[in-house]
């Protein structure tokens, strides 16, 4: 299957999972993770009408999205992946939300940043609903303070984040987030992934982040 047959049937999936939930399609944004992906794979993407992309890591964006917004200037890049404050001034320039934001050092370092380049991406929190040692993401009972801070330094907090544990039903997580997400007055929840999406999007995903079964499978041991 080629990336726009593969978009047009996790768009479908969206479509009918939405629709049972009683929401409408466009409540729900796609986001094509083309980590590790050439830059062909997302024009090939970028032809078949999809904007919104996803991606890991900092310098690898930096080689492939910045040529590409000339010709497609509604193209909508977000950070999914671990922010380290030495890249902020960075990922400030390039993204437009950010998904990862996990701790005090990093939001002064992002309202540090901001000001001096002018422009700050939307953000959301990344939560660890499995309360995982080895994961990123602040606990959950470390939000509100979280959300406080940065709504003390004036950032544009837009929602929340997760990845459940491997090893669990993700629903149970999924709607946990959206439910903090609502408490907290957050319009974006992003959750789910290529395995998950259409339960996400019944438990209320307003991003749904979607790679391999968009761009096929990835070589092990990159993520
Ligand atoms: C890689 C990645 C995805 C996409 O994973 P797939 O299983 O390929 O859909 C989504 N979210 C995050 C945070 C990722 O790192």
């Given at each position: 299957?080629?990336?726009?047959?593969?978009?047009?049937?996790?768009d479908e999936q969206i479509l009918r999972y939405a629709e049972r939930a009683g929401r409408a399609?466009?409540?729900?944004?796609l986001i094509a993770v083309a980590k590790t992906k050439p830059q062909d794979a997302v024009i090939e993407a970028l032809q078949a009408g999809q904007m919104i992309f996803g991606e890991n890591r900092v310098q690898e964006s930096q080689g492939k999205y910045p040529d590409l917004r000339a010709d497609w200037p509604d193209l909508e890049l977000h950070l999914i992946g671990p922010l380290q404050t030495n890249k902020t001034k960075d990922a400030l320039?390039?993204?437009?939300v950010i998904h990862t934001v996990d701790r005090p050092k990093l939001v002064r370092s992002i309202a540090k940043e901001a000001q001096t380049v002018g422009r700050c991406p939307k953000l959301l929190v990344q939560v660890n609903t499995g309360e995982e040692d080895q994961k990123a993401g602040v606990l959950p009972s470390e939000v509100?303070?979280?959300?406080?801070?940065?709504?003390?330094?004036?950032?544009?907090?837009?929602?929340l984040m997760c990845i459940p544990p491997v090893?669990?039903?993700?629903?149970?997580?999924?709607?946990?987030l959206k439910r903090l997400a609502d408490d907290l007055g957050l319009p974006f929840a992003s959750m789910g992934m290529s395995g998950d999406y259409q339960?996400?999007?019944?438990?209320?995903?307003?991003?749904?982040?979607?790679?391999?079964?968009?761009?096929?499978?990835?070589?092990?041991?990159?993520h």
């Open positions: 299957m080629s990336i726009a047959e593969n978009l047009a049937a996790v399609r466009d409540s729900v944004n320039a390039l993204f437009d509100e303070a979280l959300v406080q801070l940065m709504r003390d330094e004036n950032l544009p907090l837009a929602g090893e669990d039903a993700p629903a149970g997580h999924f709607a946990f339960t996400a999007v019944e438990l209320g995903a307003t991003h749904v982040r979607v790679g391999s079964a968009i761009f096929g499978v990835r070589p092990p041991l990159s």
